[in-house]
Structure formats: structure tokens, C-alpha cells
């Protein structure tokens, strides 16, 4: 199994970043499929989850209103757009793949695959 996040890079505040993240060797469509994000000297946190069926989304308080995550099952690809982006949005980005229940999404222990990080640094 292997997970390919990507399209981190350094961005101004207040602007916008498109992070995917490809996966293989797995059934994609059974997956909750999900964003965390690690900043130095801090504990990974999540971010946000999609379910595969149902459409349902959770975001983290810090980001909802301004994080939109999105999949196309067909491409086995999991989306987060990110807008106002703010400087304690900085941290590595990661994806993550969980079978897992909606009330476990924001332990990252439940998570079984896990990307290997884009950086996103929002700074002027």
C-alpha cells in the first residue's frame, strides 16, 4: 500500500493550497480517507475525513469554514483545498486511510495506512 501526498509549497497568508494525495494497493472506495498535520514540537492533529460512501465530511473546529476534503474513487485520490490560510496552518500535511468508525477518525492510532507528508508553510 502506498499513499503520495502532494501539492504542499509556501503560500501567503490569506491564500489558497490544493493538497492531494493518490493511493494504490488498496480498495480505495472502502477507506474513510483522511487529512492530519503535524507543526515542530507538536502532536500530530487531525484535520479532516471523508467517508466513501454518504458523502459525510468532518473537519477540526481550526479549519471548518476554510478546508474543503473531496475523493474521486475512480482516480483513488483524496482532495483537501485550503483557503484563508493562516500561519498556524504551517505544518507537514499528511493522508491516512482508516476502516474505522466516524467517532475514531481523529485518533491517528486507528489509522492502518499513512502518506509521507507535504509541507505547507504559510508565511509573507
Known amino acids: 500500500v502506498q499513499l503520495q501526498a502532494s501539492g504542499g509549497g509556501l503560500v501567503q497568508p490569506g491564500g489558497s493550497l490544493r493538497l492531494s494525495c493518490a493511493a494504490s494497493?488498496?480498495?480505495?472506495?472502502?477507506?474513510?480517507m483522511s487529512w492530519f498535520r503535524q507543526a515542530p514540537g507538536k502532536e500530530r492533529e487531525f484535520v479532516s475525513a471523508?467517508?466513501?460512501?454518504?458523502?459525510?465530511?468532518a473537519y477540526a473546529d481550526s479549519v471548518k469554514g476554510r478546508y474543503i476534503i473531496s475523493r474521486d474513487n475512480a482516480k483513488s485520490t483524496v482532495y483537501l483545498q485550503m483557503s484563508s490560510l493562516k500561519p498556524e496552518d504551517t505544518a507537514v500535511y499528511y493522508c491516512?486511510?482508516?476502516?474505522?468508525?466516524?467517532?475514531?477518525?481523529?485518533?491517528?492510532?486507528?489509522?492502518?495506512?499513512w502518506g509521507q507528508g507535504t509541507q505547507v508553510t504559510v508565511s509573507s
Open positions: 491516512a486511510a482508516t476502516l474505522g468508525v466516524r467517532s475514531s477518525w481523529p485518533d491517528p492510532r486507528m489509522y492502518r495506512y
Open positions: 494497493g488498496l480498495s480505495f472506495r472502502d477507506y474513510t
Open positions: 471523508l467517508r466513501t460512501s454518504g458523502g459525510y465530511a
